[in-house]
């Protein structure tokens, strides 16, 4: 419980860089562009999912060397998609039917795309993890 708790918390680390990345680069595009929020949350989202990629890879999940490296984009890529599309139905809902402010509907929605982002990288990126599971459950089944 110790490691997963150290490595949500190097994925927090890493994820209010890519919040940061994210929320400055809708700002400057809807306030210096005037591009249509969904359009700049969909921009943001990507260019801080790719930078969330790299770090993530480097200092967050272990994925060992079996699973090669355009496997695992490509994986994290399709995890990215359907964080993208919560986000944009996030942002939809929070500032055109609950009529949020776009940088607040942003954090709302950062932070419930985040909740899908851990645990489906965990799930899908790191190296056994459903063996891992399996092997703890037998283990804490022994031991009863």
């Not at 989202?45 to 999940?61: E, I, K, P, Q, W």
């Not at 932070?111 to 399996?134: D, Y």
Request: charged residues 20%; glycine residues 4%; hydrophobic residues 50%.
């Amino acid at each position: 419980m110790k490691k997963v708790w150290r490595q949500f918390c190097r994925f927090s680390a890493v994820g209010i860089v890519s919040f940061l990345i994210d929320c400055g680069l809708l700002f400057a595009l809807i306030e210096s562009f005037e591009m249509h929020y969904l359009w700049s949350s969909m921009l943001s989202f990507s260019a801080a999912t790719l930078f969330n990629y790299v770090y993530s890879m480097r200092y967050v999940f272990e994925c060992g060397s079996e699973k090669s490296r355009t496997g695992q984009f490509s994986v994290f890529l399709l995890l990215s998609i359907c964080g993208l599309l919560l986000n944009s139905i996030f942002m939809k809902i929070f500032v055109e039917h609950m009529e949020l402010y776009y940088m607040f509907a942003k954090i709302c929605a950062t932070f419930l795309v985040s909740l899908w982002n851990f645990g489906s990288r965990k799930m899908f990126l790191e190296e056994n993890t459903r063996e891992k599971i399996l092997r703890r459950r037998k283990e804490l089944l022994q031991r009863l």
